[in-house]
T-cell receptor
């Protein structure tokens, strides 16, 4: 069965802390994504990676960075967390071979609260 | 760029009634269209997708959607709502490259007993 695993379901951090959100997929997918989800705004793309060490900014990259050292793992980093980064974070992967016909496979989400 | 519009951010139906969730898209041809469901505090799960072929697409949990090119629509339906259908539903369209996947803002479905 296809699996995208996000390491932390719920996190509470303090303003200014460095936060790591980890995502691992077991499907050998080339493409991986980080979205944030806020009520009324839907899903907004933060970063996208199409290969190891390759990344592209999404619609809202400010305040975030990413790391992809291995194909199966895609990490989202908040260098200095702020209260406006309180949100639900969703990781997803997509097979490269399927191209634009392929769907995204999502993890369970990480709900981050910054105090 | 592609975009997706979901009409109605909140929809309420009675248990056993028809579910109709509306989605319109703007896309270059051909569009690849998707419906996802999200239960509270969970990730998104694929309900169904249209890529090519038959325009009426059947998905999981009794849902189906019809691709209507002339109306640029991909509405989601289910003949009889069940309490377990209460969730957030997202329509999405795939863009021209692998990183492009555009979501609507979602429709929250409430099922009234």
């Amino acid at each position: 069965d296809v699996k995208v695993t996000q390491s932390s379901r719920y996190l509470v951090k303090r303003t200014g802390e460095k936060v790591f959100l980890e995502c691992v997929q077991d499907m050998d997918h080339e493409n991986m994504f980080w979205y944030r989800q806020d009520p009324g705004l839907g899903l907004r793309l933060i970063y996208f990676s199409y290969d190891v060490k390759m990344k592209e900014k999404g619609d809202i990259p400010e305040g975030y960075s990413v790391s992809r050292e291995k194909k199966e793992r895609f990490s989202l980093i908040l260098e200095s967390a702020s209260t406006n980064q309180t949100s639900m974070y969703l990781c997803a992967s997509r097979p490269g071979l399927a191209g634009v016909r392929g769907e995204l496979f999502f993890g369970e989400g990480s709900r981050l609260t910054v105090l | 760029a592609q975009s997706v519009t979901q009409l109605g951010s909140h929809v309420s139906v009675s248990e056993g009634a028809l579910v109709l969730l509306r989605c319109n898209y703007s896309s270059s041809v051909p569009p690849y269209l998707f419906w996802y469901v999200q239960y509270p505090n969970q990730g998104l799960q694929l309900l169904l997708k249209y890529t090519t072929g038959a325009t009426l697409v059947k998905g999981i949990n009794g849902f189906e959607a019809e691709f209507k090119k002339s109306e640029t629509s991909f509405h989601l339906t289910k003949p009889s709502a069940h309490m377990s259908d209460a969730a957030e539903y997202f329509c999405a369209v795939s863009g021209n490259t692998g990183n492009q996947f555009y979501f609507g803002t979602g429709t929250s479905l409430t099922v009234i007993p």
